[in-house]
């Protein structure tokens, strides 16, 4: 049996190893990994840091948790996500924007899921470089095979269905000649 995990394996499942979400095996198998590839490492210990530093924004003491409770604060983390992904409009990604601005945690916030967007991007670039094979096109070129094989059975049916009725017609007219003879 292959225990080894390729990096595609690791790369997929980083976040829940930096959880603690794996079973014993499969964290230990990527544990092994990680000790052997320095790639894999460095995506890993990015994607801890930004872990690190949203579980220590969520501890500070109660006057900086005064700043996450605000609906301004609501808002800006509510919209992220689409500001992120260009998906506002102009006037919701300028309150975004003047709110990261001037706002210590908003901007790192900000600086985090960009971080963690470009870490997912990268892994899915270096992911999608070493594929080996497209699999749209062969599924593609499967149904047209399928497709090109139904079709050429169904014109040799046709084709033998004429066939043996022009020989049924042929026999029936020829019984009907020596009938009337």
């Known amino acids: 049996m292959h225990n080894r995990l390729s990096c595609e394996q690791v790369l997929a499942l980083l976040n829940f190893y ?3 979400c794996l079973t014993d095996i499969l964290a230990k198998h990527v544990t092994e990994h990680l000790e ?3 790639s894999c490492r460095q995506n890993y210990l990015q994607i801890k840091n930004i872990m690190d530093k949203y579980d ?28 992120i992904d260009n998906e506002l409009d102009s006037d919701d990604s300028i309150k975004i924007k003047k709110f990261a601005i001037s706002n210590p945690y908003a901007r790192k916030d900000l600086e985090n899921i960009y971080n963690f967007k470009k870490i997912l991007q990268n892994s899915f670039e270096k992911t999608k470089a070493e594929l080996k094979q497209d699999f749209s096109k ?3 070129r ?3 095979n399928e497709n090109v094989k139904f079709y050429a059975q169904d014109s040799f049916y046709k084709l033998s269905l004429i066939f043996s009725a022009f020989v049924l017609s ?3 007219g020829i019984i009907k000649f020596l009938h009337l003879h």
């Open 138 to 140: 062969d599924i593609i």
């Open 170 to 172: 042929l026999i029936v």
């Open 56 to 83: 220590a924004s969520e501890n500070e003491d109660s006057n900086d948790e005064n700043i996450y409770i605000s609906k301004q604060y609501e808002d800006f983390k509510y919209n992220l996500s689409a500001y």
């Open 142 to 144: 499967k149904i047209k």
């Open 36 to 38: 052997e590839c320095a």
């Open 18 to 20: 930096a959880e603690g």
